[in-house]
């Protein structure tokens, strides 16, 4: 599907370092190993700015988020989201009819419409991994009536009536607000994809996604349950044929094995599969309903099944 892309992280004061690491390509120099994911030899490609007031500085992407923060006189509270960190990509026909460094362009001035220029602090672009994308930093910095409360009324702080405030969830609070990005700019990005000659369209909500990836894990797991309840039954036909003398020790042993590491590899793989669900959920907000979505996506997984003679359980 031809699409552009866009997805949104909070940065707190212990992921700056790691956002820096990633963004400039720091791991060998710091000693870290390199993500297998990116190429090496194609990261000379890449771009990264740090940036204040629409100029690039030397400063480190920690002294700069800090910098904006004491310059806008925002307040850092305990446990506060410094940053924002958007990645911004979009189908790899639409990069290469419309160009990746002028889809990159486009999102900065996105962004800029939505933060404000003096609140982007960092642009990297990468070239190295599987699709070009761009990794946008910005700090939430916005402009909140003063007020006190107290208890025979409230009302304005005498000669101070705004602020600049450090706050994220104006911006990425909840659910509304994400697809509310989400569509701000996919209509955005319309008219540079026709501008090129292509149509752009809307991805699939999230709830879809995440239910369609639910009905696939339960089948999966539900085909996982099947060959472990085969190679049960393979360790019971050895034992019975060990015990009426058709197979001598060695070879008893030998299948006993051979279904204890096909079970020890089935587990694995399911326990792989329940870790990515949980994370998937979790990034989502959705943990509490990972039963009731499970349930739901297998009830209608058995029932398709069940109308072909087949039952495959859910495996959890």
């Excluded at 900065?108 to 982007?120: M, P, Q, S, W, Y």
């Excluded at 509304?176 to 569509?183: C, I, P, S």
């Amino acid at each position: 599907m031809t699409n552009a892309t866009i997805r949104v992280k909070p940065i707190s004061a212990g992921a700056i370092k790691r956002a820096g690491i990633h963004n400039n390509r720091l791991y060998t120099e710091l000693g870290y190993d390199t993500p297998e994911n990116i190429k090496t030899g194609q990261s000379v490609l890449n771009k990264s700015y740090v940036i204040i007031d629409g100029i690039e500085t030397n400063k480190s992407l920690k002294d700069t988020i800090y910098y904006r923060i004491g310059e806008a006189g925002a307040q850092e509270r305990k446990n506060s989201v410094m940053a924002l960190e958007y990645v911004m990509s979009g189908s790899s026909d639409f990069l290469q009819a419309y160009t990746p460094a002028k889809h990159f362009a486009n999102c900065v001035r996105f962004l800029e419409k939505k933060h404000g220029a003096e609140n982007i602090v960092a642009i990297a672009e990468h070239y190295d991994e599987t699709n070009p994308h761009a990794h946008i930093i910005v700090v939430p910095i916005i402009k909140k009536e003063v007020r006190w409360k107290r208890s025979k009324g409230d009302g304005y702080i005498e000669g101070k009536t705004e602020e600049n405030r450090l706050c994220a969830r104006d911006f990425t609070g909840n659910r509304d607000m994400l697809r509310k990005l989400q569509d701000d700019y996919f209509e955005y990005c319309v008219p540079y994809g026709k501008e090129c000659g292509v149509t752009l369209k809307r991805g699939t909500k999230v709830e879809y996604q995440t239910k369609k990836y639910l009905k696939k894990t339960c089948y999966e797991m539900g085909l996982i349950n099947q060959e472990f309840e085969k190679n049960n039954q393979l360790a019971q036909e050895a034992n019975h044929l060990y015990k009426i003398g058709e197979l001598n020790i060695e070879e008893y042993q030998k299948k006993l094995k051979e279904t204890k590491e096909q079970n020890q590899k089935l587990q694995a793989l399911k326990d792989k599969m329940n870790r990515d669900l949980n994370i998937i959920l979790e990034q989502q907000g959705n943990k509490e309903r990972k039963n009731k979505l499970m349930k739901e996506g297998g009830k209608e997984k058995k029932d398709k099944e069940q109308s072909r003679g087949n039952d495959f359980g859910m495996g959890m």
